[in-house]
C-alpha cells in the first residue's frame, strides 16, 4: 500500500524484488490509511487496498522515459486542453483539468483497485498505522459504483452493528454513494467517537437502514488467550497486520508456551488485510527457511518468489501445531498468510472461503503531492495459484450459526402492534433466541408478540413499551452479535483440529 512515511528509509520495490535477500519489504498489501481510502478502512477512517500493494518513488529519468511511449492520439488530448483554456465561457485552472484527463484515464481501466490520488486523497493514502482512531472500523471498495464492505475489524463499531464482509452501501446519511469514491465515502462515515452514522446497506436482496455509533478503534492487532476447550491450545486472533504484528505475535506465542500451550490456532475472520511486510515475516515464523510464502507476477516474465527465512522472521520459529481460521471477510495479507500455512506448512484451514484479492497494486508519486495506483501485478499463492474473485477454499468448512445471517432490524422505524414488516419477523426470531417461545414468526406483530417485546425489554433494561422502538431494535441486534460470539462453531472445529495433530 501506501509508503509509511515515517521510516527513515524509503526502498524501491523493483530493486528490492531483484534480491530475495534483502531486508523486508516497507510497503503495504494494502494501504491501511487509518483514517479513510481504494478500499477504505471506514472508521478507523479508512484505509486502502483490498490487495497487495507496492510502493515505487518514479525517479525523474524513468518519468521521462515514459514520455517516449505517448501514442500521437494524445494530441487530441492536448487540442481539448487547448481549446478548454482559449474557447471555454470561465477560467479554469490547468489542475483541474489535469486531474480530471489523468482521473478519466484511470476510471477508463475498470479497476477498482486502480486510481488517481490529489489532495486529501493523497493525504488519506499515506497515513500511517500506529495508535488508534476514531470511526466505525470497516474497510471498504469500490464496486458496481456503489461502495462495499471488504470487512469490519474484529469487535470494531461496525462489526458489533452486525456490518458483514460484501454488504454494499447504497447511501450515507441519506446521500447515495452512486460512483463516490472510496475516500469520499470514508471521510463521510469516520467521526468523533459518540456521534452516529446512517447508513442503508443492500445485503443480497434485503436493504436496510442502520446507525452507528463511532467509537475508538485500536490498532493493537494480535489478541490471545487459551482456548476454554481445550487449555493445551493457544487462540491467537489477529485482526489486521499493522506494523507491529509481527512483534506482538511472537510475544503472544511465547507467553501461550509458558502458559501450557501446545498447539495454536490462528484466527484471520474479519481480517482485512494490511502491510505486506507483516504477512511475509508472521508468514515465515511457521515455515522453514527456503518454503514458499507467496509469488508476485507481472504482465510478462516468470513470478518472483518470496521464501521464508531469517530476514522475515530473525530467526524465530512456530513448530507447533496450527490451525487457521478464515472466512469472507478475510482478504489480501490475510489470505497471503493463509495460503501460505496450508499450502507449504501443510496445516488446515477452518470456516469459510476467504474473500478473494488477489492483485497488487503500483503508486506512483506525481507531481503537487499528487499520486496514481495503478494494478500493476497478480500475487500467486505457493503452488502458483490465483485466487482473485475466487477466495481460499478451507480443509475443513464450518459456517457460522444460521442466527449469525439473519438481517439487522431498522431502528429507524418502528413497529407495533397489528404491523406486518420483515422486521417484525426477524425480531420475533431473535426473540425465540432469547427464550420466547413465539409459534408466529411470520412477520405479524400479534399480542404474544407484544408481550415476548416487554419481557425483553425488562430484561435488557430497555424502557417497555410493547414496541419494536430504536432501542429495542439495538439491543436486539446487539443479543445476536453477543450469542455470535458465544456460539462460535468454527472456534471449535479449529481448536479440536490444532489439538488433534
Known amino acids: ?53 507496492y510502493v515505487q518513488q518514479q525517479q525523474q529519468a524513468a518519468a521521462k522515459n515514459a514520455i517516449t511511449y505517448v501514442p500521437n492520439s494524445f494530441r ?8 478548454i483554456k482559449e474557447n471555454y465561457f470561465e477560467t ?87 460512483g463516490w469514491s472510496t475516500t469520499k465515502a470514508s471521510n463521510t462515515i469516520r467521526g468523533k467517537k459518540g456521534t452516529k452514522v446512517s447508513l442503508n446497506i443492500k445485503r443480497g436482496d434485503t436493504t436496510f437502514d442502520i446507525t452507528v455509533e463511532r467509537g475508538v478503534v485500536p490498532l493493537t492487532s494480535v489478541s490471545s488467550q487459551l482456548s476454554t476447550q481445550n487449555k493445551q491450545v493457544g487462540v491467537i486472533a489477529i485482526s489486521q497486520f499493522s506494523n507491529k504484528t509481527n512483534t506482538e505475535l511472537e510475544k503472544a506465542i511465547k507467553s501461550l508456551r509458558t502458559k501450557g500451550a501446545r498447539s495454536f490456532v490462528i484466527d484471520l475472520r474479519q481480517n482485512p488485510g494490511g502491510l505486506l511486510p507483516q504477512a511475509l515475516s508472521t508468514a515465515s515464523m511457521f515455515l522453514k527457511d527456503g518454503q514458499r510464502i507467496m509469488q508476485v507476477q507481472g504482465r510478462t516474465g516468470k513470478p518472483q518468489i518470496f521464501t521464508a527465512g531469517k530476514e522475515y522472521d530473525d530467526g524465530f520459529k512456530v513448530t507447533e501445531p496450527v490451525a487457521v ?69 478451507p480443509d475443513v468448512k464450518v459456517a ?31 426473540l425465540n433466541l432469547a427464550g420466547a417461545k413465539l409459534t408466529e414468526v411470520s412477520g405479524y406483530f400479534d399480542g404474544a408478540t407484544q408481550t415476548a417485546v416487554r419481557n425483553f425489554q425488562t430484561s435488557q433494561h430497555v424502557t417497555v413499551t410493547g414496541e419494536l422502538d430504536a432501542a429495542t431494535k439495538t439491543a436486539l441486534n446487539n ?3 453477543d450469542q455470535a460470539q458465544k456460539s462460535d462453531p468454527m472456534m471449535t472445529k479449529a481448536v479440536q483440529t490444532a489439538a488433534a495433530k
Open 400 to 430: 457460522y450459526p444460521e442466527f449469525a445471517s439473519w438481517p439487522l432490524l431498522n431502528s429507524k422505524k418502528v413497529n407495533k402492534l397489528g404491523d406486518v414488516a420483515t422486521d417484525v419477523k426477524t425480531a420475533q426470531k431473535i
Open 76 to 83: 487530441d488530448l492536448l487540442k481539448v486542453y487547448g481549446d
Open 1 to 53: 500500500m501506501a509508503q509509511n512515511k515515517n521510516s527513515s528509509q524509503e526502498t524501491d520495490p523493483e530493486s528490492a524484488t531483484k534480491k530475495k535477500t534483502a531486508a523486508p519489504y516497507k510497503y503495504r498489501l494494502r494501504t491501511v490509511i487509518i483514517t479513510g481510502a481504494a478500499s477504505l478502512l471506514i472508521g478507523v477512517g479508512g484505509t486502502v487496498g483490498v490487495g497487495a500493494l
Open 325 to 393: 481460521l478464515i472466512d469472507s471477510g478475510s482478504a489480501s495479507a490475510s489470505e497471503i498468510f493463509a495460503a501460505a500455512i496450508q499450502q507449504s506448512r501443510h496445516s488446515a484451514l477452518v470456516g469459510e472461503k476467504s474473500y478473494g484479492k488477489g492483485t497488487v497494486q503500483t503508486l506512483t508519486n506525481l507531481s503537487g503531492g499528487a499520486e496514481v495506483k495503478i494494478t500493476t501485478n497478480k500475487w500467486l499463492t505457493p503452488n502458483g495459484t490465483w485466487i482473485n474473485k475466487k477466495g481460499l477454499t
Open 92 to 178: 479554469t485552472s490547468d489542475t483541474k483539468l489535469m486531474n480530471g484527463a489523468i482521473n478519466g484515464m484511470v476510471k477508463a481501466l475498470d479497476d477498482p483497485f486502480s486510481q488517481y490520488l490529489a489532495g486529501d486523497d493523497a493525504t488519506e493514502l499515506n497515513t500511517t498505522m500506529t495508535g488508534s482512531f476514531e470511526g466505525i472500523g470497516a474497510e471498504i471498495s469500490q464496486g458496481d459504483n456503489h461502495i462495499e464492505i471488504v470487512s469490519p475489524i474484529k469487535d470494531s463499531p461496525a462489526d458489533k452493528a452486525g456490518l458483514k464482509a460484501h454488504d454494499v452501501i447504497m447511501s450515507i446519511n441519506g446521500k447515495s454513494t452512486q
Open 479 to 481: 443479543y445476536v452479535y
